[in-house]
C-alpha cells in the first residue's frame, strides 16, 4: 500500500471563516483565508479573554446548602433551583468569555483582468494544509505570474510566519493593515513593522484587563517596504516574509504582570534573525516530531483526490474510507496546534476564535467537552500534548480549594461544570447546567490516566496532590441518601438532561455518573497512593467510601439507569445529547464484557437514546460503540457526523455551531477500533469496521506502556508489533489465536491463560511480533 499524504485542500479561496483553515503553535493561531486578491489571518492567542482575576464564589452559599440538600431529597426540585439560583451560583453568574485577537489582512493589486472588484484573471488556484509540516500553501498564477504564500505558526520561534514569492522578479506587491473590534490602537512602530493594541472586555461586572498586542513586520527581498500609520506598504519585492507576533499581560489565572509589547517585540526579534528556510526547517522539524509519531493508512480511492469539502458532502456513497484516515489525523494536528507545553488547553473552539462573545463563551465546559478534547492525547501518542491540562487542573486545585471551604465548608477542591482563564470553580449558568459539582473530578481523572499509559512515577508524584485534594473534597461532601442509604452527591444533575419537566427537574442526589466518577477517583487515588507510599488513612477512607456509593442499576426498559431512581422512561428529553451515565463504558471501564449485564443495559441505553445528536455527541456515540465491540455501528456514527450539517468544509466538527471536541472525539473512537487497553489488555482490532477491511496503522499507545503498530487484511489481523515500553506482561486479545516472537526473531514465552488472550513477559524497549498461528 502506498502511503497517502494527510492532507485538506480546495479549489478557491474560503469565502467563510468556517472554509478557512488553521494553523496554531498552541498558543498563538490564524485562520488563513487563501484569497488572491486579499488575504486575511484571522488571529487568536489562547490568553486574551474578556474580564479578569476573580473570585466567583457566593458568600451565601454554604448557608442555603443544608436547605438546598433537603429539599432535594424531598423532591421539591423547582423549590431546590430557586434557592440554588437566589444563593448557591456564583457571581457573576457567568463566566468571562476567549476573545479574538483580530485579523491581518493583506491587499493586492487588482488583476489585469478584474472586473467590479472580482479577482480575475487567476489561473490553476489550489490552497491546501499539509497535516504532516503544518504548512498551510496556496498557489495560482495571475497575468503570467505564478504566485506562491506559505503561512505556519511555529512553536519553535512563536510567531505565525507568512512568506509571499512568485516566479518573476518584483512581483510581490501588498499593504497589510491590522482590523479588531478590541484594538485600542494602532501604529507604525518602525519603517518595516505595524503594531495592534487591545483589551479584553468587561463580563458581568469583572473589568476587562487584558491586555495584548500584535506586530507584524515585512522582510523583502528587493523591492521597498514602508510603514505608516499602521498600514504596511510593499512594492514590488521578489519575496517577502511577513512574521506575525502576539503577547498578553496574562501570566497566570491571578497575575496580569506581563507586558505585552515586550513578549511581542521578543519574539519577533528572536525570529527575525532567522532565514526563512531555517524558520521553515526548525517548525517541520518541530511539529514533525509530534505528528509523525503515529499514523493511520487505507487505501485511497478515487474519491480520496477531491477537494476536502466535497468528500465531506459524498462520505455518505461509502466510496471514501481513506476521509476516516484523514480524520484521525486532523484531531491529531488540532491537538498539536491548540495544547502544547505552557500553552492554555484547548477551548470549545480549541485556539481558534474570530469573536468577541462566542458560542458558549469559548471556554473549558468540563461536562464533557474538555475531557474529549484530551481523549486522543494518551491513545494517538501526543502524550506531550496533555500537559496544558495538567497545569489547569494544578491551578483548579487552588481556585476550587475556595469554593470548597467557602461553599461546602470542606477540604480538597471542587470545579462544577465549567471554568475559563480565571479558573472560575463555583457553579454557573444556572441551577439547571451548573449545579454538578463532579466536573473537576472527571478532568483529575486524566492525571490518573497518565499514569495508566506512561507508568511515569515522577509525574504520578506531582500530580498525586490534585487527585487526593479531589477526592477529600467528596470524603467531606457525600452525604447519606435518606432512601437508599447510599453515599451520594447532593445537590447534583446527570449533566443537562432532566428526569422531570419544570425548572428544577435536572437537580438530583447522585446520578449515576457521579457514582462511577467517583468510584475512578477513589480507586486511582487508592492505587496512586499504594504506588508512592503514601497517605494511608486518605486511602482507607477512600476505600470505604467507595464500597458505600449507589450501583449502577438495569431500569425497567432495560436500560442503564441515568439516576438512582427508574425515571429514565419519563424524562422530557428521551434522545438527550449527554449520554452521562455511560461514562462507565467509556472512558471508564466499569461496564465491560465482563460486566454482562450492564453491558447490554448499555447498548440498550444507547439504542433508545438514538444516533442522532450534536458534533460531540455522536464524537461520543463513536466510541461507546467501539467499546461495544460494534465496528461497524460506530463507522455509522462517524459518517453520521461527516456530513455537511455536522463537519465544516474545513473538517471542524459542528455542534452546531463549530466546537472541536467533536474532532477530537472522532479521532480517539478510532483508534478505539484499531486497538483498546481500558481494562489493561491489549485488544488488537477489537471494533474493526467492515468498511475498512485493509489498512495499518502504527505509533498507538496502550495503557501499561506499550506501543502498537498493526497491519490488517481481509478484515483480520495479519500482523501486530508491540514494543514496550516499561517491561510489563502483555496480556493481549484478538479474535485471532495469535502467537508472538521477540522483533529480533527470538521466541517468547507465552502462556493462553484464556481463550483468545495471550500472554508474556516483555523487556522494557524490546519489540515483539504478534501474528496469527497457522
Ligand atoms: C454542554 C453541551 C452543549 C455544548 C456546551 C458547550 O453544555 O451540552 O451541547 O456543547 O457544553
Given at each position: 500500500m502506498?502511503?497517502?499524504?494527510?492532507?485538506?485542500?480546495?479549489?478557491?479561496?474560503?469565502?467563510?471563516?468556517?472554509?478557512?483553515?488553521?494553523?496554531?503553535?498552541?498558543?498563538?493561531?490564524?485562520?488563513?483565508?487563501?484569497?488572491?486578491?486579499?488575504?486575511?489571518?484571522?488571529?487568536?492567542?489562547d490568553?486574551?479573554?474578556?474580564?479578569?482575576?476573580h473570585?466567583?464564589?457566593?458568600?451565601?452559599a454554604?448557608?442555603?446548602?443544608?436547605?438546598?440538600?433537603?429539599?432535594?431529597?424531598?423532591?421539591e426540585?423547582?423549590?431546590?433551583?430557586?434557592?440554588?439560583?437566589?444563593?448557591?451560583?456564583?457571581?457573576?453568574?457567568?463566566?468571562?468569555?476567549?476573545?479574538?485577537?483580530?485579523?491581518?489582512?493583506?491587499?493586492?493589486?487588482?488583476?489585469?483582468?478584474?472586473?467590479?472588484?472580482?479577482d480575475?484573471?487567476?489561473?490553476?488556484?489550489?490552497?491546501?494544509?499539509?497535516?504532516?509540516?503544518?504548512?498551510?500553501?496556496?498557489?495560482?498564477?495571475?497575468?503570467?505570474?505564478?504566485h506562491?504564500?506559505?503561512?505556519?505558526?511555529?512553536?519553535a520561534?512563536?510567531?505565525?510566519?507568512?512568506?509571499?514569492?512568485?516566479?518573476?522578479?518584483?512581483a510581490?506587491?501588498?499593504?497589510?493593515?491590522?482590523?479588531?473590534?478590541?484594538?485600542?490602537?494602532?501604529?507604525?512602530p518602525d519603517?518595516?513593522?505595524?503594531?495592534?493594541?487591545?483589551?479584553?472586555?468587561?463580563?458581568?461586572?469583572?473589568?476587562?484587563?487584558?491586555?495584548?498586542?500584535?506586530?507584524?513586520?515585512?522582510?523583502?527581498?528587493g523591492?521597498?517596504?514602508?510603514?505608516?500609520?499602521?498600514?504596511?506598504?510593499?512594492d514590488?519585492?521578489?519575496?517577502?516574509?511577513?512574521?506575525?507576533?502576539?503577547?498578553?499581560?496574562?501570566?497566570?489565572?491571578r497575575?496580569?504582570?506581563?507586558?505585552?509589547?515586550?513578549?511581542?517585540?521578543r519574539?519577533l526579534?528572536?525570529?527575525?534573525?532567522?532565514?526563512?528556510a531555517?524558520?521553515?526547517?526548525?517548525?517541520?522539524?518541530?511539529?514533525?516530531?509530534?505528528?509523525?509519531?503515529?499514523?493511520?493508512?487505507?487505501?485511497?480511492?478515487?474519491?480520496?483526490?477531491?477537494?476536502?469539502?466535497?468528500?465531506?458532502?459524498?462520505?455518505?456513497?461509502?466510496?471514501?474510507?481513506?476521509?476516516?484516515?484523514?480524520?484521525?489525523?486532523?484531531?491529531?494536528?488540532?491537538?498539536?496546534?491548540?495544547?502544547?507545553?505552557?500553552t492554555?488547553?484547548?477551548?470549545?473552539?480549541g485556539?481558534w476564535?474570530d469573536?468577541?462573545?462566542?458560542?458558549?463563551?469559548?471556554?473549558?465546559?468540563?461536562?464533557i467537552?474538555t475531557?474529549?478534547?484530551?481523549?486522543?492525547?494518551g491513545?494517538?501518542?501526543?502524550?506531550?500534548?496533555?500537559q496544558?491540562?495538567f497545569?489547569?487542573?494544578?491551578?483548579?486545585?487552588?481556585?476550587?480549594?475556595?469554593?470548597?471551604?467557602?461553599?461546602?465548608?470542606?477540604?480538597?477542591?471542587?470545579?462544577?461544570?465549567?471554568?475559563?482563564?480565571?479558573?472560575?470553580?463555583?457553579?454557573?449558568?444556572?441551577a439547571?447546567?451548573?449545579?454538578?459539582?463532579t466536573?473537576?473530578?472527571?478532568?483529575?481523572?486524566?492525571?490518573?490516566?497518565?499514569?495508566?499509559?506512561?507508568?511515569?512515577?515522577?509525574?504520578?508524584?506531582?500530580?498525586?496532590?490534585?487527585?487526593?485534594?479531589?477526592?477529600?473534597?467528596?470524603l467531606?461532601?457525600?452525604?447519606?441518601?435518606?432512601?437508599?442509604?447510599?453515599?451520594?452527591?447532593?445537590?447534583?444533575?446527570?449533566?443537562e438532561?432532566?428526569?422531570?419537566?419544570?425548572?428544577?427537574?435536572?437537580?438530583?442526589?447522585?446520578?449515576?455518573?457521579d457514582?462511577?466518577?467517583?468510584?475512578?477517583?477513589?480507586g486511582a487515588?487508592?492505587?496512586?497512593?499504594?504506588?508512592?507510599?503514601?497517605?494511608?488513612?486518605?486511602?482507607?477512607?477512600?476505600?470505604?467510601?467507595?464500597?458505600?456509593?449507589?450501583?449502577?442499576?438495569?431500569?425497567?426498559?432495560?436500560?442503564?439507569?441515568?439516576w438512582?431512581?427508574?425515571?429514565?422512561?419519563?424524562?422530557p428529553?428521551?434522545?438527550?445529547?449527554?449520554?452521562?451515565?455511560?461514562?462507565?463504558?467509556?472512558?471508564?471501564n466499569?461496564?465491560?464484557?465482563?460486566?454482562?449485564?450492564?453491558?447490554?443495559?448499555?447498548?440498550?441505553?444507547?439504542?433508545?437514546?438514538?444516533?442522532?445528536?450534536?458534533?460531540?455527541?455522536?464524537?461520543?456515540?463513536i466510541?461507546f460503540?467501539?467499546?461495544?465491540?460494534?465496528?461497524?455501528?460506530?463507522?455509522?456514527?462517524?459518517?453520521?457526523?461527516?456530513?455537511?450539517?455536522?463537519?465544516?468544509?474545513?473538517?471542524?466538527?459542528?455542534?452546531?455551531p463549530?466546537?472541536?471536541?467533536?474532532?477530537?472525539?472522532?479521532?480517539?473512537?478510532?483508534?478505539e477500533?484499531?486497538?483498546?487497553?481500558?481494562?489493561?489488555e491489549?485488544?488488537?482490532?477489537?471494533?474493526?469496521?467492515?468498511?475498512?477491511?485493509?489498512?495499518?496503522?502504527?505509533?498507538?499507545l496502550?495503557?501499561?506502556?506499550?506501543?502498537?503498530?498493526?497491519?490488517?487484511?481481509?478484515?483480520?489481523?495479519?500482523?501486530?508489533?508491540?514494543t514496550s515500553?516499561?517491561?510489563?506482561?502483555?496480556?493481549v486479545?484478538?479474535?485471532?489465536?495469535?502467537?508472538?516472537?521477540?522483533?529480533?526473531?527470538?521466541?517468547a514465552?507465552?502462556?493462553?491463560?484464556?481463550?483468545?488472550?495471550?500472554?508474556?513477559p516483555?523487556?522494557?524497549?524490546?519489540?515483539?511480533?504478534?501474528?496469527?498461528?497457522?
Amino acid at each position: 500500500m502506498s502511503t497517502t499524504p494527510h492532507r485538506l485542500w480546495y479549489p478557491r479561496p474560503a469565502r467563510a471563516w468556517l472554509e478557512a483553515l488553521p494553523v496554531g503553535n498552541g498558543r498563538l493561531g490564524a485562520m488563513v483565508y487563501g484569497g488572491t486578491a486579499t488575504e486575511e489571518l484571522q488571529l487568536s492567542e489562547d490568553t486574551v479573554w474578556a474580564g479578569g482575576p476573580h473570585v466567583f464564589d457566593n458568600p451565601g452559599a454554604r448557608e442555603a446548602l443544608p436547605e438546598i440538600r433537603r429539599l432535594v431529597f424531598a423532591g421539591e426540585w423547582d423549590a431546590a433551583q430557586r434557592l440554588i439560583d437566589a444563593g448557591f451560583m456564583g457571581i457573576p453568574v457567568k463566566q468571562p468569555p476567549y476573545q479574538t485577537v483580530g485579523s491581518l489582512r493583506l491587499a493586492f493589486p487588482a488583476g489585469e483582468d478584474d472586473e467590479g472588484g472580482e479577482d480575475g484573471g487567476v489561473s490553476g488556484y489550489r490552497r491546501e494544509l499539509d497535516l504532516a509540516t503544518a504548512v498551510h500553501a496556496v498557489e495560482f498564477s495571475r497575468a503570467g505570474v505564478r504566485h506562491r504564500r506559505e503561512v505556519f505558526a511555529t512553536a519553535a520561534d512563536q510567531v505565525i510566519a507568512v512568506r509571499l514569492t512568485a516566479d518573476s522578479p518584483g512581483a510581490v506587491t501588498f499593504t497589510a493593515a491590522f482590523g479588531s473590534p478590541l484594538a485600542t490602537g494602532t501604529s507604525s512602530p518602525d519603517a518595516a513593522t505595524i503594531a495592534l493594541a487591545g483589551r479584553g472586555e468587561d463580563s458581568g461586572g469583572v473589568a476587562g484587563r487584558v491586555r495584548f498586542t500584535a506586530l507584524a513586520r515585512a522582510v523583502a527581498e528587493g523591492g521597498t517596504v514602508t510603514s505608516r500609520d499602521g498600514e504596511l506598504r510593499v512594492d514590488g519585492a521578489d519575496a517577502v516574509t511577513l512574521l506575525v507576533s502576539a503577547g498578553t499581560n496574562y501570566v497566570s489565572w491571578r497575575d496580569l504582570g506581563g507586558d505585552p509589547r515586550a513578549r511581542a517585540d521578543r519574539d519577533l526579534a528572536a525570529a527575525g534573525s532567522l532565514t526563512y528556510a531555517r524558520l521553515r526547517e526548525r517548525h517541520v522539524a518541530d511539529h514533525g516530531e509530534l505528528f509523525g509519531r503515529a499514523d493511520l493508512q487505507v487505501p485511497a480511492t478515487a474519491a480520496a483526490v477531491l477537494p476536502t469539502d466535497e468528500r465531506i458532502a459524498g462520505f455518505a456513497n461509502g466510496d471514501d474510507p481513506q476521509l476516516a484516515a484523514l480524520c484521525f489525523q486532523y484531531g491529531r494536528y488540532l491537538l498539536i496546534a491548540s495544547s502544547r507545553p505552557g500553552t492554555q488547553p484547548a477551548n470549545l473552539q480549541g485556539l481558534w476564535n474570530d469573536m468577541t462573545d462566542p458560542p458558549w463563551g469559548c471556554k473549558y465546559t468540563i461536562n464533557i467537552n474538555t475531557e474529549m478534547n484530551y481523549w486522543p492525547a494518551g491513545p494517538a501518542n501526543l502524550l506531550d500534548c496533555w500537559q496544558p491540562l495538567f497545569d489547569l487542573l494544578r491551578e483548579l486545585r487552588e481556585s476550587g480549594a475556595r469554593t470548597a471551604r467557602d461553599s461546602y465548608g470542606a477540604r480538597g477542591w471542587v470545579a462544577h461544570h465549567n471554568t475559563d482563564a480565571w479558573r472560575g470553580t463555583a457553579p454557573v449558568d444556572g441551577a439547571f447546567w451548573g449545579m454538578w459539582p463532579t466536573g473537576g473530578a472527571w478532568l483529575a481523572m486524566s492525571l490518573w490516566e497518565h499514569y495508566r499509559f506512561t507508568g511515569d512515577m515522577a509525574a504520578l508524584r506531582e500530580h498525586y496532590p490534585v487527585l487526593a485534594d479531589a477526592a477529600r473534597f467528596f470524603l467531606d461532601t457525600l452525604v447519606e441518601d435518606p432512601g437508599s442509604g447510599h453515599l451520594v452527591t447532593c445537590p447534583s444533575v446527570s449533566p443537562e438532561n432532566a428526569h422531570h419537566p419544570g425548572d428544577g427537574g435536572s437537580l438530583c442526589a447522585g446520578p449515576t455518573m457521579d457514582g462511577q466518577i467517583l468510584r475512578d477517583l477513589f480507586g486511582a487515588v487508592d492505587a496512586a497512593g499504594r504506588l508512592l507510599g503514601i497517605d494511608e488513612e486518605l486511602r482507607a477512607g477512600a476505600r470505604a467510601a467507595a464500597r458505600r456509593l449507589p450501583p449502577m442499576r438495569v431500569g425497567a426498559l432495560g436500560q442503564l439507569q441515568e439516576w438512582q431512581q427508574d425515571w429514565d422512561a419519563q424524562a422530557p428529553e428521551q434522545d438527550h445529547r449527554h449520554v452521562s451515565h455511560l461514562y462507565g463504558l467509556h472512558p471508564s471501564n466499569q461496564i465491560t464484557a465482563d460486566t454482562p449485564e450492564l453491558f447490554e443495559a448499555a447498548r440498550v441505553t444507547l439504542e433508545q437514546r438514538g444516533d442522532a445528536g450534536t458534533g460531540w455527541s455522536l464524537g461520543w456515540k463513536i466510541n461507546f460503540w467501539a467499546r461495544l465491540a460494534d465496528g461497524d455501528r460506530s463507522f455509522k456514527l462517524l459518517s453520521d457526523q461527516l456530513t455537511p450539517e455536522r463537519t465544516a468544509p474545513n473538517l471542524f466538527d459542528l455542534h452546531p455551531p463549530f466546537q472541536i471536541d467533536g474532532n477530537f472525539g472522532a479521532t480517539a473512537g478510532i483508534t478505539e477500533w484499531l486497538v483498546q487497553s481500558h481494562t489493561d489488555e491489549l485488544r488488537l482490532l477489537p471494533a474493526l469496521p467492515g468498511a475498512l477491511p485493509e489498512g495499518r496503522v502504527r505509533g498507538l499507545l496502550a495503557r501499561g506502556g506499550f506501543e502498537v503498530a498493526l497491519n490488517w487484511s481481509g478484515g483480520a489481523l495479519a500482523e501486530a508489533r508491540v514494543t514496550s515500553r516499561l517491561g510489563r506482561v502483555a496480556r493481549v486479545r484478538s479474535a485471532a489465536d495469535l502467537e508472538v516472537e521477540s522483533g529480533d526473531g527470538s521466541p517468547a514465552a507465552a502462556t493462553r491463560p484464556a481463550p483468545g488472550l495471550l500472554e508474556f513477559p516483555t523487556r522494557a524497549g524490546a519489540d515483539y511480533v504478534l501474528r496469527p498461528r497457522r
